[in-house]
């Protein structure tokens, strides 16, 4: 079945790096035209430089997606490049410091928040217009599997992956009616370069580390790059509200 992704506007934020960066690349090898968002300058431009490479179509966005200016920039740049949004796709995230609730400052849990549920928010807010006015749009959030339960990572990633989740059933159910479809994938263990901020021999290290014994291989970037683009594409056409792990069955057991 065809994915109908070519000559469609994607946006895939964190695309300057591992999953993101490997997403980006996989819709451009579909055919999609790319605006590739990220935090860190050199990431994005080695990937619209490898965009290029397989003949792709990219520009790049550098900024905090927890800004509304940088969100405004994001889609704006977009549409008046692409001509619209056809797909979302938010993976940028970042991780706490496997930090239970009793070690968890201020500071930690309003960032961890902020990026990992917020700014997704913001985005998916800037872009709805657009994708209504089309009558059509696919998002996928990379949500994780501390989304699915609560003993995989510290309090604040729990918690805003977790609302990712709520986020992506209230968006799949509201938005269904003008042709928007909303799903996530939730990943396992991957082979990323997403930093480990766990802090050693506290209490949320102490208990929460010996929960990823359960993983006999970590998923590529591009498996769960390939997931990502399944959601996306027109393959997955009556699919809507779905969280998909990608973890090689450990959330299964």
Not at 35 to 63: H, S
């Amino acid at each position: 079945m065809s994915t109908g992704l070519e000559g469609r506007s994607v946006i895939v934020t964190g695309a300057g790096s591992g999953t993101g960066r490997a997403t980006a690349v996989r819709f451009a090898r579909e055919g999609a035209y790319v605006l590739v968002a990220d935090l860190k300058r050199a990431g994005t431009e080695e990937t619209v430089k490898a965009i290029a490479e397989v003949g792709g179509t990219a520009l790049a966005v550098v900024g905090d997606l927890s800004d509304q200016l940088i969100v405004d920039q994001v889609v704006d740049t977009a549409v008046d490049a692409f001509g619209g949004v056809d797909v979302l796709v938010h993976n940028a995230a970042i991780m706490d410091r496997m930090s239970v609730v009793s070690e968890t400052g201020d500071a930690e849990w309003y960032r961890v928040i902020e990026v990992n549920l917020t700014a997704p928010f913001l985005l998916t807010r800037a872009v709805l217009p657009h994708m209504m006015a089309e009558g059509r749009g696919s998002i996928v959030f990379t949500a994780a599997e501390a989304g699915l339960r609560g003993s995989i990572a510290g309090a604040a990633c729990t918690a805003s992956k977790h609302g990712v989740i709520g986020l992506v059933r209230s968006l799949a159910v509201t938005y269904l009616g003008v042709g928007i479809r909303t799903n996530a994938i939730a990943p396992g263990g991957s082979d990323t370069d997403f930093p480990s901020a766990a802090v050693s021999k506290t209490h949320g290290d102490n208990v929460l580390a010996p929960r990823f014994g359960g993983i006999s291989r970590v998923a590529t970037v591009e498996e769960q790059a390939a997931a990502i683009v399944f959601l996306a594409s027109d393959a997955a056409a009556h699919i809507n509200g779905t969280v998909l792990p990608v973890d090689e069955g450990w959330s299964a057991a």
